[in-house]
């Protein structure tokens, strides 16, 4: 799958989601360190990218909809430190299906995560 990771997700996101074959780009080698959610959101849409975020108003539906999009990750989890943020996605990168991502709003939690379509 291709992600674009927003400038709050740590680096090393991108080194695990690499070895597991995904090609990942970040916002800041993108130059969208500071920019708008709009044109995070217009990026994505263009370079037809997952973005993965710690920035809830992208889970706004009426804003960002599902099927206006390549998919949005959400990650909410407790007391997130760069260690917890990168183990929780590889994790769910790893089992899940890409068709499962693609064009919904996903909310990743520690344990769990809710897939709006």
């Known amino acids: 799958m291709k992600f674009l990771l927003d400038e709050n ?21 993108l130059n969208l360190k500071g920019k708008s959610d709009n044109l995070i959101f217009e990026t994505v849409k263009k370079l037809n990218r997952v973005l993965i975020t710690l920035d809830l108003d992208f889970s706004n539906i009426l804003n960002y909809p599902p099927k206006s999009h390549p998919g949005i ?40 995560y809710r897939i709006r379509k």
């Open 9 to 29: 997700i740590p680096i090393e996101a991108a080194q695990g989601l690499s070895k597991l074959g995904h090609d990942v780009k970040t916002a800041i080698e």
């Open 73 to 112: 990750i959400i990650v909410r989890v407790n007391n997130p430190s760069r260690k917890k943020i990168v183990e929780a996605l590889v994790q769910f990168i790893k089992n899940i299906k890409p068709e499962e991502i693609l064009h919904s709003l996903v909310i990743l939690e520690d344990r769990e």
